[in-house]
């Protein structure tokens, strides 16, 4: 990263802040024995968000004030019910993120955070949940309440890195429109930026995580979009370029970087309705590239193509590049991401790995800019396999006190 100012140059500083450094051998060991999973805010009146009045297309009024880009770099492949997009409505957070919402049986929702430091040497991503929706004990209780299955994940990056992922009962969920509680940590919404208190335990370190991070957004966007035709998907994302500051309670773990600020909502299991998604953002000079790629149990694919300009304004790409084969990962999951058809995209940097999640620094090319950010793949196939919960709650205990 570039300076002290992480927009200064947009969010291209990652491009140098990633390294290619070989993975720490017992990182690489830790996190290979990890079954674990990510996923992934009132508006003060000088934090911008993005204005809906840009234009908008003849076939797409209802997005009004998204700006589209035609280019035909490659064609897009498969087929989608097209990009449905439009302003954030239902839970009264277009201006900010509201934690109070309704979370009925079956349903879930999560808040996630993710950040790089300047140097690219180390990352985090933070996620709180209502329903937690890769929790076998949540599943065992027949998902009838979500408010029952709650928890804040906190997954450390690099050299010195923990994984920590407590569920609680209802007991101890406290929230209001500011504020998600769990247990002794917390999201909380304060004038113009998110703060994130943790104190929690790390498995297999078996030692305490405690420390504070807090996300600075540059704007607040005022979109949702539906990953289902009948809206019992929604992807929400609230500043996709942020400043990110950390301190937590080990050696070299207080930084700043670059940030991530997003949430889901749910009626439904993800493993009833999908059977596979990929998911990455990309930094470039403009701003930062967002595709969201999806596959229905029973309905056309989902391709979101948008790119966050550094302005606030939002750019709906209808013509992507294709859809490219990265590495399968160490568990072999599969993965794959948009990139330009001369450009093969690659790993650049290791964060999470296990039976059906893959998290890592990806480089690619868009549009002719090659950019390095942050890939996800989630097979739910693999999810549903009832072999894995077991596993899965060793690594993500339960307690009700």
């Not at 990890?34 to 204005?51: H, Q, V």
């Not at 994130?196 to 420390?211: A, C, L, M, R």
């Not at 998604?277 to 979101?304: H, L, M, Q």
Request: aromatic residues 12%; proline residues 5%; glycine residues 8%.
């Amino acid at each position: 990263m570039q300076g002290n100012n992480i927009f200064d140059s947009g969010v291209n500083g990652l491009k140098n802040g990633f390294k290619t450094n070989r993975r720490n051998a017992n990182y690489s060991k830790g996190v290979r024995a990890i079954i674990s999973w990510l996923s992934r805010f009132a508006l003060r009146k000088n934090t911008p968000r993005n204005k809906l009045n840009i234009y908008e297309t003849e076939k797409q009024k209802q997005d009004k004030g998204f700006a589209v880009s035609r280019r035909r770099n490659t064609p897009r492949s498969g087929n989608s019910h097209g990009m449905p997009i439009r302003k954030a409505c239902g839970r009264n957070d277009i201006e900010r993120p509201k934690f109070d919402i309704d979370v009925k049986p079956n349903g879930y929702a999560w808040w996630y955070v993710d950040g790089i430091s300047s140097d690219g040497n180390k990352a985090i991503s933070i996620i709180g949940f209502i329903g937690s929706v890769f929790s076998p004990w949540y599943y065992w209780s027949k998902r009838k309440d979500p408010q029952n299955h709650v928890c804040i994940n906190v997954a450390m990056y690099g050299k010195g890195w923990r994984w920590t992922m407590t569920e609680r009962g209802k007991k101890k969920l406290k929230r209001n429109q500011n504020m998600l509680k769990v247990g002794p940590s917390s999201f909380n919404w304060n004038k113009d930026h998110l703060i994130i208190n943790f104190d929690e335990y790390s498995i297999p370190h078996f030692d305490n995580v405690k420390g504070t991070v807090k996300i600075i957004p540059k704007f607040i966007s005022e979109i949702e979009c539906n990953l289902l035709s009948d809206n019992s998907h929604i992807w929400r994302p609230f500043s996709p370029i942020s400043k990110i500051e950390v301190d937590i309670n080990k050696p070299g773990w207080k930084w700043e970087g670059h940030g991530y600020f997003d949430a889901n909502f749910g009626s439904s299991a993800l493993e009833k309705d999908f059977s596979y998604w990929t998911w990455g953002r990309f930094p470039t000079d403009k701003g930062s590239y967002t595709f969201y790629d999806a596959i229905p149990r029973k309905e056309e694919s989902v391709n979101i193509a948008l790119l966050f300009k550094n302005n606030g304004r939002i750019e709906k790409i209808l013509n992507p590049p294709d859809k490219a084969n990265l590495s399968r990962s160490l568990w072999l999951v599969k993965r794959e991401t948009r990139s330009d058809i001369n450009f093969k995209p690659k790993q650049i940097k290791h964060m999470l790995d296990t039976p059906f999640y893959t998290r890592a620094g990806v480089q690619t090319s868009i549009f002719g800019e090659k950019s390095i950010g942050v890939h996800e793949a989630l097979d739910l196939n693999r999810f549903s396999s009832p072999f894995l919960k077991p596993m899965l709650a060793v690594k993500a205990p339960r307690y009700n006190w």
